[in-house]
């Protein structure tokens, strides 16, 4: 900053290098135009001159590579700028990709997750169904089971009431049987005849 600051100064504000370099060229224009001198010039003169000019170049020269060295500069940090501002827009634009692939990576998860939750639903749903199905045939056997049942028992009662009838009767025979021997004299027991029958 120190040396933009003297530079644009040196640029806008006469110096003594100025002042002796105006000295100089109105000299020249004098002595192009013939008039005389009150003083003749000597080589000694005729030296300073060269010499002025020498430290003018020189001054010149110096500033030039003032300025050349602060544009350089300049440019050194224009190009870091640029580099420093390319970099930031890579790192957003891979920031954003990045980003943008976890959140499609994580939507994909959450579908996916969603297609099995959905999937075992109805695994599930149709195994409720058929247990449920299983379940009905089951009561329908066990009722038609209880039906046979029922039945069965019926049927026994029925076998032994008649097995009951039918010993009821043959006992009634057997007595009979037993008093006819007895009245006719036999000696067939009433055991006898049971046996027989």
Do not use: F
Not at 36 to 65: F, G, N
Not at 121 to 144: F, G, M, P, W
Not at 152 to 181: D, F
Request: net charge negative; aromatic share 2%; glycine share 2%.
């Amino acid at each position: 900053m120190t040396s933009v600051n003297s530079v644009r100064c040196s640029s806008s504000c006469p110096s003594n290098d100025e002042s002796t370099t105006s000295n100089i060229q109105e000299l020249i224009q004098k002595l192009h135009s013939g008039l005389e001198m009150k003083e003749p010039l000597t080589d000694m003169r005729i030296s300073d001159i060269m010499d002025v000019y020498e430290q003018k170049l020189s001054a010149l020269a110096s500033k030039e590579t003032r300025l050349q060295d602060l544009l350089e500069a300049k440019a050194v940090a224009l190009a870091q700028a640029d580099r420093l501002m390319a970099q930031y827009r890579c790192q957003r634009a891979q920031a954003e990709s990045e980003k943008m692939k976890v959140l499609e990576e994580k939507l994909k998860a959450q579908q996916k997750e969603k297609a099995d939750m959905e999937q075992t639903i109805d695994v599930l749903r149709k195994e409720l169904s058929k247990t449920e199905q299983a379940r009905k045939e089951l009561s329908i056997k066990a009722s038609s089971l209880e039906v046979q049942k029922s039945q069965l028992e019926g049927r026994l009662e029925e076998k032994e009431a008649l097995v009951k009838l039918q010993k009821e009767e043959l006992n009634k025979h057997s007595n009979m049987i037993a008093m006819i021997h007895s009245l006719s004299g036999g000696k067939l027991s009433a055991e006898t005849v049971n046996l027989t029958l």
